[in-house]
């Protein structure tokens, strides 16, 4: 059904949802998107789901927004770059609203897009060793549709950090920063991840979907007018000679004409 995610459903209601494009990264491709907003909606709307296990194949959580696909958004028109901006803004309100508790898997580095993945979770558990950076500033982009979840989960003090900077920083620092609610050791991810499962298995199914969108109602607001803000910020970087230069820097193996 799916060619880009594996979804897998245990006899529990334990479902994961592995991003599998393993051999690019779990780069989110345009493909991706769609299929992850698909498989929102449908675990979101299933009752015999009980927890979203969100997970990724091969060395990588996920390495961000395919460069290939973004290669494509800067040559395109403006309806064009307009929709599939908000494909990916929609994508990632999907799986933020969705009434299952989401648990993130992160069992290797995670970058730009994946971290904005590891945000919409309700909490991540991550290994030790992976890395971590919002890496788009480095190609004249910026974090935008990913920006209001990253802000909701960090507070705009440990955001400035690292948001503007492109720098990579480590589990301990994620951890700090609020963005793993744990680090283990990659033998003990598994153990870690059921450790949180757990306890919504004992818990009423109704209750915490309205718990979760209490908490979500109660807290940052993200709303239509803040998400059609990152789209249009993201378009207009798109458009900008500074994006048109970094992403051509990245496919010519050169350093881009900013980099000292």
Not at 12 to 36: F, P, W, Y
Not at 92 to 119: D, E, H, W, Y
């Amino acid at each position: 059904m799916f060619e880009t995610i594996r979804v897998d459903c245990d006899d529990r209601g334990v479902t994961t949802l592995t991003l599998d494009r393993a051999e690019k990264h779990n780069a989110l491709s345009g493909a991706m998107i769609g299929e992850l907003t698909e498989a929102a909606g449908r675990l979101g709307r299933d009752p015999a789901v009980r927890v979203i296990v969100l997970a990724g194949a091969g060395e990588s959580f996920c390495a961000g927004a395919d460069l290939g696909w973004m290669k494509e958004q800067i040559a395109a028109d403006g309806a064009n770059r307009a929709r599939e901006a908000t494909r990916l803004a929609t994508m990632l309100s999907a799986l933020n609203t969705c009434p299952k508790p989401v648990i993130g898997r992160v069992q290797g580095n995670a970058f730009g897009g994946g971290l904005g993945l590891m945000a919409v979770c309700d909490t991540v558990i991550g290994v030790d060793q992976a890395r971590f950076g919002f890496t788009e500033t480095r190609l004249g982009l910026i974090p935008a549709t990913i920006g209001p979840y990253v802000l909701a989960r960090m507070g705009e003090a440990m955001a400035r950090r690292v948001f503007m900077s492109a720098r990579l920083f480590g589990a301990a620092e994620a951890l700090a920063l609020g963005l793993l609610a744990r680090a283990v050791p990659a033998a003990e991810l598994d153990a870690a991840v059921e450790a949180e499962v757990a306890p919504y298995l004992a818990c009423a199914p109704g209750a915490v979907a309205e718990a979760k969108a209490l908490a979500r109602r109660l807290g940052p607001r993200i709303d239509e007018g803040v998400i059609a803000e990152t789209i249009g910020a993201l378009v207009r970087r798109w458009e900008s000679p500074e994006a048109v230069e970094g992403i051509a820097a990245f496919f010519e193996r050169r350093a881009p004409a900013w980099k000292r």
